[in-house]
């Protein structure tokens, strides 16, 4: 199994950046792909960037411009730096995973990033 955890949440204002992370730890080979999802107050949750195993990333049209994800190989982390930050990015920010092993997926227990305005 794979743990999640992320770091780096808070408080910003509107036009500041942040930078998550997400330690991961267990079974690190099984993993395919490496995600950062969001989810605002009484919204859905919805994928904000994807990483493969391969390197390959994946923003969603929504999330161009602004997000990067990246991979610390060394420190098994997976980091998402969020520049020029609106309110409407105020949400909870999780860490997922898809592995190749049961469960096939795995959540962090998720980060708040609150923008002011």
């Known amino acids: 199994q794979v743990q999640l955890v992320e770091s780096g949440g808070g408080l910003v204002q509107a036009g500041g950046s942040l930078r998550l992370s997400c330690t991961v730890s267990?079974?690190?080979?099984?993993?395919?792909?490496w995600d950062w999802y969001r989810q605002a107050p009484g919204k859905q949750r919805e994928l904000v960037a994807q990483i493969t195993g391969g390197g390959r990333t994946y923003y969603p049209d929504s999330m161009k411009g602004r997000f990067t994800i990246s991979r610390d190989y060394l420190k098994n982390t997976v980091d998402l730096q969020m520049n020029s930050l609106k309110p409407e990015d105020t949400a909870v920010y999780y860490c997922?995973?898809?592995?190749?092993?049961?469960?096939?997926?795995?959540w962090g227990q998720g980060t708040q990033v609150t923008v002011s305005s």
């Open positions: 267990g079974s690190i080979f099984s993993i395919n792909d």
């Open positions: 997922h995973v898809v592995t190749k092993t049961a469960p096939f997926a795995s």
